[in-house]
Each structure stands twice: as C-alpha cells, then as structure tokens.
C-alpha cells in the first residue's frame, strides 16, 4: 500500500489497525498483496466518508425514534389510560416475541436503569403506588428496542394510528423500525455501514400498492439504499423542511471514488421518485 509512512502512523495511532482494515479489505487481492497504486488516502477517504454516513443515519433514526416514541405514549394513553400497558392486557394482545411478561421483564429493566430527574421524582413521589411509571413516562426512557416491542404489542388500531402519521401501512412500520434499531445499534458501535450487506432485510412497499418505489428502479433492501430510502420516506412525513436528504446527496456527490454499486446505488439512483427533487 503507497502513502506517506509517518501519516500511515498517525492514523493508526487514532484509528485501530483492525478497524481500518476493513476499509481496505476491497483493494487486496486474493493472495493478501494491494492492488496496483492502492493509497491509504483513499483508504482514509473512505473511512470518513463512512463515518459522516453513520452520523447521517443517527441523526434521522433519532427523529425516528422520537416520533415513534411520542406517538405511542399519546395513543396508548388515550385508549388504555396511563397505566394500561402495566394493568391492561388489552393493551398488549398481539401475539408476536416477546411475550407479555418478558416485555414486562425488558421494560422493568429498562426502567431501574434511568437516572432522569422525572424518574426520580416519579420514585419519590408516587413509587410505593406504581412500580412502573405512566406510559408517557416509560416510553421516554425505554431502550429504542424495547420501544420496537412495545409497538408490535400494541393492537392493530393503535399501529395503524402510529404509522399513518407516517404514511406508511402499519406492517411496513413493523418491519422497518425493528431494521432501524438494528442499524441504530451497528451506528453506535462504529460499524462499517457503506459497503454492508444487511441480513436482517426491511419489507420494501409492493409495486401493487406503491409503484413509485420502484420507479425507475427498485430499491434494494440488502443494501445502504433500502435504510435510506427509508429514512428518506418517514423524514418527509416527520419533517418535511428538513435538510437531511440533501446532505445524503451531497455526502455521495462529494466523495466519487466511493463505488454506487456497494451502497445498492444504481448510477442513475438520482432518478428514483425518492430521491430526484433533492
């Protein structure tokens, strides 16, 4: 590999050599050797480019997860009362993993581990009576996991009532925020995101029901393209003014050595109804 040894060095010293090498993994050839003129620039480029890609993911999956959040306090709420997820097995029939009382267990767990000033106060004030707190108190201090099974749980009124604000059918919702905690959790672990091969694949919609989504391509759901065209699509409905698909783009247009095709990109990916007014 070319490149100035004493920069070699200083990346090393800040990025693990383990690390790094996965991002130099595509340029080595089967007996272990470089190709020709491979660069650790190139190599670095690469790294960042992923890198600023993580952030990008993290700052939607967080929208995303605020939302989701505040729509299933209000609406658990509202049907069952504060309390009813705790009291109420109307207000958790779906029979999907977990059962009730390992959700029961996930939420208790996650509960004891908040250190929020409203929890302690909650504690103080109203611990002897209530061992967990009203739902718009849990789903704030739920793990995003937790929050996934708390939704799948939920009865099928207040899942469509939750991915309708979403413009999206409740069983897509389903699939896609239990995708996206997955690669919430790949994020916050700094795992290499640009060239993944997912294995836990997103329900894409049906060209049936939405043509558009396969217009002029279809998206890849094993791919980069199928996560952010997802979080393209509930951004919009979270918030429509926002900048978010335009630093996508600009990210992808400022880096052109990184290769379309690993990302599921097509190269006229531009073109697709999702991402052509960007």
């Known amino acids: 590999m070319g490149g100035d040894p004493a920069r070699?060095?200083?990346?090393?010293?800040?990025?693990?050599?383990?690390?790094?090498?996965?991002?130099w993994y595509p340029f080595r050839n089967p007996d272990d050797t470089f190709k020709p003129e491979t660069d650790i620039e190139e190599v670095w480029r690469r790294?960042?480019?992923?890198?600023m890609l993580r952030l990008l993911l993290m700052d939607a999956i967080e929208r995303i997860e605020v939302c989701v959040r505040t729509q299933m306090a209000y609406h658990q709420s509202a049907k069952f009362g504060p309390f009813g997820y705790v009291e109420n097995p109307d207000a958790l029939p779906m029979p999907v993993k977990p059962d009730r009382p390992e959700l029961m267990e996930w939420i208790r767990k996650d509960v004891d581990r908040s250190?929020?000033?409203?929890?302690?106060?909650?504690?103080?004030?109203?611990?002897?009576d209530h061992a967990l707190p009203p739902t718009w108190i849990a789903t704030e201090v739920l793990?995003?996991?937790?929050?996934?099974?708390l939704y799948r749980k939920s009865p099928l009124?207040?899942?469509?009532?939750?991915?309708?604000?979403?413009?999206?059918?409740?069983y897509l919702l389903d699939s896609w925020i239990l995708s996206l905690n997955t690669v919430r959790n790949f994020c916050a672990h700094h795992s290499r995101m640009y060239n993944r091969a997912f294995t836990l694949r997103p329900k894409m919609?049906?060209?049936?029901?939405?043509?558009?989504?396969?217009?002029?391509?279809?998206?890849?759901?094993?791919r980069l393209i199928g996560v952010l065209s997802i979080c393209r699509h509930l951004m919009?409905?979270?918030a429509p003014n926002s900048q978010w698909a335009n630093r996508v783009v600009e990210l992808v247009k400022?880096?052109?050595?990184?290769?379309?095709?690993v990302m599921g990109m097509p190269p006229n990916w531009r073109e697709h109804s999702l991402w052509r007014d960007v």
Not at 8 to 23: C, D, E, F, Q, T
Not at 157 to 170: D, F, T
């Open 47 to 51: 790294y960042m480019f992923d890198r």
């Open 115 to 128: 250190r929020e000033p409203f929890m302690d106060h909650f504690r103080a004030k109203y611990g002897a």
């Open 8 to 23: 070699i060095a200083r990346r090393l010293k800040v990025v693990n050599y383990y690390r790094l090498s996965g991002y």
């Open 157 to 170: 009124s207040i899942q469509k009532q939750i991915s309708s604000q979403l413009g999206v059918n409740h």
């Open 236 to 238: 919009m409905h979270i």
């Open 205 to 222: 919609p049906s060209q049936e029901k939405w043509p558009t989504w396969h217009e002029p391509y279809p998206i890849r759901n094993d």
């Open 254 to 261: 400022k880096h052109p050595s990184i290769p379309l095709d």
């Open 143 to 149: 793990s995003f996991g937790t929050v996934v099974a």
